[in-house]
């Protein structure tokens, strides 16, 4: 029997696939979502690569755990942003800007790296999932302001938001795009800037 480093079995296989997830995760802030094989990872581990297959049986399934992962530390920044803020309009403005916050330290490569998989539908719907875990907050506020239709609202911004991320992304200035994103936001709900 291989030896463990925890106390039990179910322990020793949580650390291990952790860290198969923590090490995809690595290749992935690197930018290039082909990076991720099951040998790189075996690789990063030190685990032999058909060990790798006792965690996850496919590629995709890793990819998905990596945005599961992912996914608590996206909605933490959110909603705590958006807990500080004391009213409706500050807490839009705090949505737009925790994301945006996410792009410039680099978290939000994860997520551009995995919009690059072709043909892994797993993935697609776990960023999917993370995509409507993320506008829960947004659709709370929103509908503390009276929109009539909350979530159709939160869609188009967070296309607001997209557009930041790709200016950002693109070498844009953070602070002008984040400040214009942010007021942007605001504007649109409440028809006057937050000034």
Do not use: C
């Not at 296989?13 to 290039?32: K, T």
């Not at 990819?63 to 409706?88: F, N, Q, Y």
């Not at 950002?168 to 504007?187: F, K, L, P, Q, W």
């Amino acid at each position: 029997m291989p030896r463990i480093s925890a106390a039990t079995v179910a322990e020793h296989h949580a650390q291990q696939r952790l860290a198969l997830v923590r090490a995809a995760r690595a290749l992935l802030e690197e930018g290039d979502a082909e990076a991720v094989t099951f040998a790189a990872v075996a690789r990063a581990t030190g685990l032999a690569r058909n060990s790798v297959y006792k965690y996850f049986p496919g590629r995709p399934e890793l990819l998905a755990a990596v945005v599961e992962d992912a996914l608590p530390r996206w909605t933490d920044a959110i909603r705590s942003g958006m807990a500080a803020a004391h009213t409706p309009r500050e807490r839009i403005a705090a949505y737009v800007s925790a994301q945006l916050e996410l792009v410039r330290s680099g978290e939000h490569r994860i997520a551009r790296a995995l919009a690059g998989v072709r043909d892994a539908k797993l993935v697609r719907e776990s960023a999917g999932r993370a995509h409507a875990e993320l506008l829960t907050p947004l659709i709370g506020a929103l509908t503390e302001l009276g929109e009539d239709d909350p979530r159709r609202t939160a869609v188009l911004l967070q296309g607001i938001v997209n557009a930041a991320t790709t200016a950002i992304e693109a070498g844009d200035n953070y602070r002008a795009v984040s400040e214009r994103a942010v007021r942007m936001a605001v504007t649109a709900i409440t028809g006057t800037p937050d000034r």
